[in-house]
């Protein structure tokens, strides 16, 4: 039972343009929620999260945005730059983060200069 | 070290080996992880450590894995003889102190095990 979905394994965004990444959840307990990056042969890194107490949270050319009643995040990257190129997971936990991390399967990004 | 450091970073076995892989998490964080990515896979959850509390062993495939923290510290996961489909990245992970919003969990560059 995949309760965190990424239901797009790839996605290509030419440079300069917005990449958007989808993440779909089925627990209702979940308030927690991050993204995390990770390139070949490397642990994942986190990079932006959000709780569900707001529904949009922004760092630098990353926005998160969640709706609670579609149970629906999507981190938006603009604009984009090849080094952005990477797999990106979406993660969920519940009790404001004080229970395990429960990840996506992932979307490869891939930049096109 | 500043980050979690995985020993070792590659292993190849024969299938029906026993393996041992080990988590030097951050200093100081309460919470371990172990999760494992398979070829084209997502992260798969193992288990979870978080401070005196009993693990979270629900993510464990067979009884042929196991895991321990001893000290609340280093963390070893171990599978005895091991099979083919158990060929994947092990990751670990830790995070700090739990508080409310924020539970970013540091990463190790993880064990990359072949069984053959």
């Known amino acids: 039972d995949q309760q965190v979905k990424q239901n797009s394994p790839s996605l290509s965004v030419q440079e300069g343009r917005i990449s958007i990444l989808n993440c779909d959840y089925t627990?209702?307990?979940?308030?927690?929620f991050l993204w995390y990056k990770k390139y070949p042969a490397e642990g994942p890194t986190f990079l932006i999260s959000?709780?569900?107490?707001?529904d949009k949270n922004e760092d630098g050319r990353f926005t998160v945005f969640l709706n609670k009643s579609a149970k629906h995040l999507s981190l938006h990257i603009v604009p984009s730059q090849p080094g952005d190129s990477a797999v990106y997971f979406c993660?969920?936990?519940?009790?404001?983060?004080?229970?395990?991390?429960?990840f996506g399967t992932g979307t490869r990004l891939t930049i096109i200069p | 070290g500043a980050g979690v450091s995985q020993s070792p970073s590659n292993k190849v076995t024969e299938k029906g080996k026993d393996v041992e892989l080990r988590c030097d998490p951050i200093?100081?964080?309460?919470?371990l992880y172990w999760y494992r990515q398979s070829l084209g896979q997502g992260l798969e959850f193992l288990i979870y450590f978080q401070g005196n509390s009993a693990p979270d062993k629900s993510g464990l495939p067979s009884d042929r894995f196991s895991a321990e923290r001893t000290g609340g510290s280093v963390s070893t996961l171990t599978i005895q003889r091991t099979q083919q489909e158990d060929s994947a990245v092990y990751l670990c992970?830790?995070?700090?102190?739990?508080?409310?919003?924020?539970?970013?969990?540091?990463f190790g560059q993880g064990t990359r095990l072949t069984v053959v």
């Open positions: 200093s100081g964080h309460t919470a």
């Open positions: 992970a830790s995070s700090p102190i739990l508080r409310k919003f924020n539970t970013e969990a540091f």
């Open positions: 627990n209702s307990m979940f308030d927690y």
């Open positions: 959000i709780s569900s107490i707001k």
């Open positions: 993660a969920a936990s519940h009790n404001f983060g004080n229970e395990k991390l429960t």
